[in-house]
């Protein structure tokens, strides 16, 4: 049982490679990855739960201080974390009817 946060950053100087190396050497970093266009960065967090995760975004955010413009923090439900994106541990997958003609 986890607890996830997908931070989007917008990066100034174009330091975007150096941005995500410095976040992936980073404990609780699971993902680190430079998108296209802005925001130019996403990196996922995790952590046992929200107090763990407090703690582990502090550091991370200070490795990053000084070269982000912009900061937003998405951050999922507890015990939510699914693989698949379609569906969450609290439903069930809708079945698919078929038409016959």
Same mark, same amino acid.
């Given at each position: 049982?986890?607890?996830?946060?997908?931070?989007?950053?917008?990066?100034?100087?174009?330091?975007?490679?150096?941005?995500?190396?410095?976040?992936?050497?980073?404990?609780?970093? +699971? /993902?680190?990855?430079?998108?296209?266009?802005?925001? *130019?960065?996403?990196?996922?967090?995790?952590?046992?739960?929200?107090? $763990? #995760?407090?703690?582990?975004?502090?550091? +991370? /955010?200070?490795?990053?201080?000084?070269?982000?413009? *912009?900061?937003?923090?998405?951050?999922?439900?507890?015990?939510?974390? $699914? #693989?698949?994106?379609?569906?969450?541990?609290?439903?069930?997958?809708?079945?698919?009817?078929?038409?016959?003609?």
């Amino acid at each position: 049982m986890s607890v996830r946060v997908y931070m989007l950053l917008d990066i100034v100087d174009r330091s975007c490679q150096y941005a995500v190396h410095m976040l992936q050497s980073r404990a609780g970093v +699971i /993902l680190a990855d430079q998108l296209e266009g802005y925001p *130019n960065i996403i990196v996922a967090v995790e952590a046992a739960d929200r107090q $763990s #995760l407090a703690e582990a975004i502090m550091p +991370i /955010l200070g490795c990053i201080d000084g070269i982000t413009e *912009n900061l937003r923090l998405l951050i999922t439900r507890d015990n939510e974390i $699914s #693989l698949d994106l379609l569906t969450s541990s609290d439903t069930t997958p809708r079945k698919r009817r078929l038409r016959k003609g």
